[in-house]
């Protein structure tokens, strides 16, 4: 059974979409199959891999706008158990005509996971937009856990209100089951504002935080503009060996969830 995983944060610039390309090919390292799901319009994903979204005939917004297969629109990566379904525009014009086209809008991708044949897929790895509206509302509903991302700073931290109040509204009317998990990124521990901060969440969320941190690696920011992922780009930098620890951590959680 496929595990299935959304990334998001209201919040932008707290590396979401690093760690769902670096996190995903963490778990392909160790042996998983893991597919992920570009749904942010921006493609930042996307374009991690070497594709310009402009060029793509199949994407994510088929499975909203055309009602297509969810594997209609999957690409096969260079890397040995990672599989990606990019994005493009067309997921804006998805969130635009959703709620008036179709009355159980946030059921969809929840559905096309359903009809998927993703028994080869040990993970599902859903990069979210910046906001809570249409497509990370359909995420969530899909999606056994909910990763975080967030800095350890102020107004990243103040974001998780926001975050916490989406959560609450989607145990309530779509996804009782709805599990999530906190993840500090961006950490600099030479700042006495980041650790004060990251105390705070500790205090604030007890196990609701991974125990993994992910600090600040210039490496991180590198390996998206080359279309690697940090385990292939510089697999014996801070950040690689931090995504690794976070993969070990994950497949920790999902094996005694299941």
């Known amino acids: 059974m496929t595990f299935i995983i959304a990334l998001s ?27 992920l799901v570009d749904l942010d319009p ?38 040995l158990g990672l599989d990606l379904i990019p994005s ?40 979210c937009p910046p906001s809570l509206g249409v497509i990370t509302i359909n995420a969530l509903t899909a999606a056994d856990l909910l990763i975080i991302p967030t800095q350890a700073e102020y107004f990243s931290a103040y974001a998780l209100r926001d975050m916490m109040g989406i959560v609450r509204q989607v145990r309530s009317e779509n996804n009782p089951e709805l599990a999530y998990r906190i ?18 969440l500790e205090r604030a969320f007890g196990d609701g935080l991974f125990r993994t941190i992910i600090e600040i690696d210039t490496k991180l920011r590198e390996s998206p503009i080359l279309g690697l992922p940090i385990t292939q780009y510089k697999p014996n930098s801070r950040g690689a060996l931090q995504y690794r620890q976070l993969a070990e951590e994950l497949l920790d959680y999902v094996q005694k969830t299941n």
């Open 88 to 127: 493009n525009l067309g997921l804006e014009q998805a969130e635009q005509i959703l709620p008036s086209r179709n009355p159980d809008y946030a059921a969809l991708l929840r559905e096309s996971f359903q009809q998927a044949e993703l028994a080869g897929y040990d993970l599902l790895l859903m990069d």
């Open 9 to 35: 944060n209201e919040k932008g610039g707290v590396a979401k979409t690093t760690t769902c390309l670096s996190l995903g090919a963490a778990l392909s390292e160790s042996g998983k199959r893991v597919l």
């Open 42 to 79: 921006q493609a930042n994903l996307t374009l991690a891999f070497g594709l310009e979204p402009s060029r793509i005939e199949r994407s994510a917004s088929a499975i909203f706008i055309q009602d297509e297969p969810l594997l209609s629109a999957l690409h096969k990566t260079n890397f």
């Open 183 to 200: 993840l500090i990124t961006l950490l600099d521990n030479r700042n006495r504002t980041h650790r004060n901060i990251h105390e705070q």
